[in-house]
């Protein structure tokens, strides 16, 4: 018993919720430390079995369908690591504490490098113990909320490979339905990071035309020439470096979509050549004094509002109203919450199957995601998890794990204070923008991946914080 310090009456511990279904094994060949660790485990809600000896837990698992087990390193035959191997050998999902001796926690380091769960010192007392349980239970419960929730989203996870369920996205499901049915063309409206191109992929393969080409093109990203010669192409010699003629890409597209993401950024000059080509279904290649029958639907989508630059005269009118034949408006993140585990699930999922370990969220996690704004919407919500998955060493994210942004804001004293003031959401963007440059540094293509926007997009607002005196 000198390693063990009982420190309490274990009939006195409240039972953890969903401890009551875990089957634990507790692994060591002192009698005495397995019955007491049982009696423990037993008050708490687990059905608790002991074993002496690596070979007669073996013989354990599968029987008792085992959960957990408490497994000491020092024992006699199989050291605790091959032991810990053989284990996970033969029932991989187990979760695995390892109990090892004071000065040798190496070993313990050794055991989380090949799985194991977490590990405990030997003298430990119960309430270490308990700790220890409580946070597995914690754990497999999570595990479990995970797996049924990953179950519903391969049976109904939203509309195409859009995930969501809130009463906004229904809506939106139906707008979908029948804007895939028919040729016209589509205006996509939503703030960046939303999923205008998901959209428009569902759209088009959802559609009686699926097997054609679905060929996306950033207006943004280009220089005004090369969105020209890239949707009408160009002949031979039409300008420096143009050793042969290219094909347009509304001419590549041919019973398909062409996709224009952020229309907006587009120059008058070629928004009047545009609509020439969706209005005559025809288009000439730059250089060339012949014209080219082109059959192609045409969806395109913006952040920005195009009625405004209408009366600013950055968008032409006639273009506008072309585009606007059908509407749809994707809600930002903020307003669909109730689809932030959901939409968590479906990333942890695939990043778990890429990295080869499950990740999970805890409860303090998850609510620190459900009360922040999401500017970046869900692109920054699954770029947020890629990079907690990628600090995180265990498998829980915990609030800590979060950027900076998420974590501070439900961890600041005067988050209640700061809570209740209204912001509006041009200057809540500018603050996130602006302090996650800071926090890198002043790289801005970082800022931009990691932030879900697009780079020319960040430039453009920076240019507009500095013309109104507040990029400092």
């Keep these: 018993m000198s390693t063990l310090q009982t420190g309490g009456f274990a009939s006195m511990v409240p039972q953890i919720e969903g401890a009551n279904f875990l089957n634990l094994l507790i692994v060591d060949d002192e009698r005495a430390i397995r019955e007491v660790c049982r009696d423990v485990a037993q008050s708490m809600g687990f059905n608790a079995h002991i074993a ?8 354990m698992l599968d029987p008792h369908g085992i959960d957990v087990v408490l ?8 050291g605790g690591l091959e032991a810990l191997h053989q284990i996970h050998e033969r029932r991989p999902d187990v979760v695995v504490i390892v109990v090892t001796g004071y000065g040798t926690v190496h070993s313990a380091v050794q055991a989380m490098k090949k799985g194991a769960y977490d590990y405990v010192t030997k003298p430990f007392s119960m309430d270490e113990l308990r700790l220890l349980l409580s946070r597995v239970a914690s754990h497999l419960k999570l595990k479990t909320e995970n797996r049924v929730l990953r179950e519903k989203i391969k049976s109904k996870q939203g509309f195409g490979s859009i995930v969501g369920r809130a009463a906004e996205m229904e809506r939106l499901y139906r707008i979908i339905a029948k804007a895939a049915q028919s040729s016209h063309p589509v205006l996509i409206l939503g703030e960046s990071g939303t999923g205008k191109e998901l959209v428009a992929r569902s759209i088009h393969y959802s559609g009686p035309f699926h097997d054609k080409p679905f060929i996306p093109v950033d207006c943004g990203s280009l220089v005004p020439t090369l969105i020209e010669s890239e949707l009408f192409g160009y002949v031979k010699g039409a300008f420096t470096g143009a050793v042969q003629a290219k094909d347009g890409l509304l001419a590549i597209a041919d019973g398909g979509t062409v996709f224009l993401d952020e229309i907006g950024e587009m120059p008058v000059d070629l928004q009047a050549k545009l609509l020439r080509a969706i209005q005559e279904k025809e288009i000439r290649p730059v250089g060339s004094t012949k014209r080219i029958s082109i059959n192609v639907r045409i969806l395109a989508a913006t952040n920005r509002d195009l009625e405004q630059g209408v009366s600013q005269g950055t968008f032409r009118r006639d273009l506008y109203f072309r585009l606007n034949v059908l509407t749809l408006r994707i809600p930002p993140l903020r307003d669909r919450r109730q689809d932030i585990p959901l939409l968590a699930g479906y990333f942890l999922d695939h990043l778990s199957r890429d990295a080869g370990h499950e990740r999970i969220l805890d409860d303090d996690a998850l609510k620190a995601m ?13 770029n947020c998890l890629e990079r907690a998955c990628a600090l995180t060493t265990g498998p829980i994210i915990h609030i800590q794990d979060l950027p900076s942004s998420i974590y501070e804001a439900n961890s600041s004293p005067g988050k209640s204070e700061s809570s209740s003031k209204i912001m509006p959401m041009a200057e809540l963007e500018k603050q996130t923008i602006l302090g996650t440059i800071d926090q890198l540094n002043g790289d801005k293509l970082l800022a931009a991946r990691l932030l879900g926007i697009g780079k020319t997009t960040l430039y453009r607002k920076l240019k507009e914080y500095s013309s109104h005196g507040l990029a400092n």
């Design 52 to 59: 002496d000896s690596a070979e007669h837990a073996y013989r």
């Design 71 to 78: 497994l000491d390193l020092k024992l006699p035959g199989a």
């Design 370 to 382: 459900l009360s922040y704004d999401w500017p970046g919407n869900v692109r920054e919500l699954e």
